[in-house]
């Protein structure tokens, strides 16, 4: 006959906090009668009385309604089978109060006391974590006051005050039930409860993004100046810019969301920018003197044609009699320029293709418009752009890897945001990180960069010429480089280190400045030692970027990047790396907004990269300062030179630029008033203090033009440049 099922045992309905508790100190006595002030024994029936156990007799002790236990006094192997959380002593009628034990009165023998030492219970050990369903076996108990719940995101619990006073607003177990939308608490779009069945979310947020920036850089005064009678090569250089972005995210995506890898993603995200640029010379907001714009929205005009112009005297009717006026054009469409744009920002969809082991090593594919960072700072390849990816992770974790291919699309001019029109530039990046390589800490890196960048000409959206760059020799050319990069991230011991190096090489099949085509073998070396002491972080920096010392030979011996923007330095704070400024008055910038390396080409985004230029040598110091939790500072000192100064002298057919470029100095604050990243208030001030290159550069007037009254400052520089930043970010 088969064997009948045997009730699964029901546990009881209260809990015994301390089993090994020694007799005497909460037992059953045999008067019936306990200790005033002591309780029965967790797992007694507290409704029913104790029974009184004649000596030598068949003894009943109840545990609880449904669980009984039979023993004889003499029957001590089953008394000692006798759960021990149930059951602690029992006590003959004859044994005194405080001692005795079911073995004739005596108290325990050492080996049987509780509780017991060197003992361990067996316990069987699941090896298949799989679970059983949704509908368990209909077969099964629970315990009292206890009943299945499906959907494991929607157990609800009792709210709970972190904190004895204030509002719920940082109570996050305030609420027992989930909110729809939520900035802090459990919220369903947001991606803390499921949307769809129990592994569907949705995360939705809401961002934006508002820099003010007051500055001044180098500008030149232009063929027609904004002020009448100026002469000056070098105008005025104060500028007033400010950006906004407007974006939302949506991600939908199926997985466990923390450490299982996702099965599939979704990411949309479009921006709104809106832009004002203020100048005090023309040619800033537009190449055209006039204000008009190449193409787009917002102020921009269509210019009139030109063929009419034979000679000199016709190109003041062009300009429509400006060129003789005596209006001064500050404030006017000259010198003012307000664009928007619209951009579907990213759009990417992620799958994931395999497991690789038990700890959830991976690998998966994300196509579409997505964010690539190719190193820990973002000093070759740091853009959001239309590509594909492989990625995952191997050795528990400890091997991260990226095969990643970009098909390069154009950037808006004024807001760099993408558009949906090719560019004609290919970038492939393979790299791969290693976690406590040789030490625990340190992540180590190694990468391969390709930039297959095809020549064309183009015009930005203001009208400017930015492929290929107007200098020296004028033509569409290929630029094909590849990079060898090793770098790491990490501490050892109590010194923080981040560094990294990369060697270029490839050919650029004409160099407009070298005049010639050129074989490219560049270098860049940048490192960063810190030491955290409380709450403060002590920086040291050094940066290194090969020049080229002989601009016509056909080696081009400069480093560029690919699509850098970097953090480092000082970050947005410093002038340096935060301000991008014009070469001399020549349709190139010296070195690009938001970059390290000065490299002579037209713009970072839409230009070509040029392996001909002066190079750079940094050394900075610095300290970050948590000066409260909710309150950090920065602080930082750079010095600055260039490597070779021949790519400036030649571009600028001068036969004398001394080296130096002179110091930045900035201090920054970011203010995180909630103590989250919902509100990020940052504020900062760059200044730079320029050297005897910079003043080689941008002198403003090296010699007296015959005819013309010079100005008071004539052949001066400025001898003090400033940033003034301040950025609100609000999220949702």
Sequence with gaps: MPREREASPVAPSKFNPDPGVRPGEARVLGAGKMPFGLQPTFGLDPLKPPVNFPRGSLRKYELSPSLER??????????????????????????????????????????????????RRNLRVETHFESGGLHPDPDASYPPHAKPRPNRYRVPFMPWRRYTGGSLTEQPFGHPDPALWHWYRQSVLKGDVPIIGQDIFLNLTAFTSTEFEAKRVPTPSMISAAVPGQSEFFGRSEQISIQ??????????????????LEW???????????????????IVSPDPRGFLGGGPGNNLTPPGNGFVDNPVDIDTLLGGQLFSDVDLTGTRSTERTRDFWALQEASVEIHLKDL????????????????????????????????RLFGNYWNNRIQYNFAGFSMREKDTNSELNTFDE??????IANVYWQDFIVKGYTATASFHANFDEGDIHYDRNGAIVRPAPLGTVAPHDVDVYYLGWGGDGHIGRLNI????????????????????????????????????????????????????????????????????????GGPFSYYLRQGFNLGGTVVNFKQRSSLIPNLRTSKTQG?????????????????????PKLKSFINVNYI????????????????????????????????????????????????????????????????????????????????????????????
């Design 498 to 569: 981040s560094h990294q190096f990369y060697q270029a090489l490839g050919r650029d099949e004409l160099n407009g400045l070298a005049g010639r085509p050129v074989d490219i073998n560049g270098q860049f070396a940048a490192m960063e030692l810190s030491y955290d002491r409380d709450w403060i972080r002590y920086k040291a920096s050094f940066i290194y970027a090969s020049g080229d010392a002989d601009t016509e030979d056909g080696t081009a011996t400069g480093f560029d990047t690919i699509l850098d923007n970097p953090n480092f330095i």
């Design 608 to 628: 070509q990269a040029n392996f001909v230029n002066p190079g750079l040598y940094l050394w900075g110091l610095g300290v970050e300062i948590d000066v409260t």
């Design 641 to 732: 030179r260039m490597a070779e100064s021949d790519p400036v002298r030649t571009a600028l057919l001068v036969d004398k630029v001394d080296r130096e470029l002179g110091w930045d100095f900035s201090l920054g604050f970011q203010y995180r008033p909630m103590l989250t990243d919902n509100v990020i208030l940052s504020a900062g001030f760059g200044a730079f203090l320029p050297g005897r290159g910079y003043k080689d550069i941008y002198r403003r007037n090296p010699n007296p033009v015959p005819g013309f009254q010079p100005t008071s400052d004539a052949g001066k520089v400025d001898s003090f440049l400033y940033s003034g930043l301040i950025a609100l970010n609000l999220a949702y």
């Design 244 to 261: 906004n972005n407007l974006a939302f995210s949506a991600l939908l995506f199926r997985g466990e969301t923390a450490f299982k890898p």
């Design 265 to 283: 993603e979704i990411k949309l995200t479009p921006i709104y920018n809106l832009n004002y640029l203020q100048s005090r010379e023309t040619g």
């Design 423 to 428: 560019r004609g530039q290919e970038v492939v």
């Design 357 to 388: 082991s038990s700890n959830y090593d991976f690998i998966a594919f994300r196509g579409g418009n997505q964010l690539f960072t190719s190193d820990f700072r973002g000093f070759i390849f740091n853009d959001i752009n239309l590509g594909y």
């Design 70 to 119: 039979r023993a004889t006094q003499e029957d001590e192997p089953l008394i000692e089978a006798l759960p021990r959380k149930g059951i602690l002593s029992v006590e003959p009628e004859s044994a005194p109060f405080g001692g005795g034990s079911l073995f004739g009165g005596e108290p325990l023998p050492p080996g049987r006391a509780l509780p017991r030492r060197n003992t």
